[in-house]
């Protein structure tokens, strides 16, 4: 059986994309499984490159196709920040940290210039064509909600309000989250070329 290594080390960001695509399930290996420990420093200069970087690394490491994710939350009023630094914003320090800060500076703004957006890019890489990566992306509009709200999902999701839902992505199910999120809007775009990597049609 095929298999296609997720480029990533966050047991949350594997959990979500089988759920996405369930039917996919099967195929798809952690870089644990095959003794990958650690990812290179995300050290592009935008979401495609870090992408690229891990998914290109995966794939040299076991010669087998490998997919590499990399997302931001981008907040207008911060001039497109945390962005590419969402993951690393503030430092080394929990997430409901990195949300007390940005709540920090954004407690005076009115909710019109709360508009952010989600960002996920992903990277498909083969070991025939480690030079000609497959580059897909989801975004998802939304905006930062004056407190956390709802303890589901991960990283920004419980300050990221959704308008079709009237909540943050904190408060959704996996299930609903899955039907909206940026990184669901890449991976179900992805899937016809994943499903073309198990068939061994590309």
Known sequence: ????????????????????????????????????????????????????????????????????????LEIKFLEGAPGLYSARFGGDIPFSERIRIILEKMK????????????????????????????????????????????NGFGYDPIFYYPEYKCTFGELSLEEKNKVSHRSQAFLKAKIYLEKVIKGEI
């Open 1 to 72: 059986m095929k298999k296609i290594i997720l480029a990533t080390l966050n047991e949350n960001k594997i959990k979500e994309i089988k759920e996405i695509l369930p039917d996919l399930m099967g195929y798809f290996s952690s870089p644990q499984e095959f003794s990958i420990f650690h990812l290179p420093e995300e050290k592009g200069k935008d979401y495609k490159e870090n992408a690229y970087i891990k998914a290109l690394f995966v794939c040299e490491k076991t010669n087998l196709p490998s997919v590499g994710e990399d997302s931001g």
């Open 108 to 151: 005076n703004v009115p909710w019109d210039e709360r508009i952010a957006e989600f960002v996920c890019n992903l990277a498909i890489v083969l070991p025939s064509k480690k030079k000609e990566p497959i580059f897909i992306e989801g975004r998802v509009k939304g905006y930062i909600y004056w407190e956390p709200k709802g303890n």
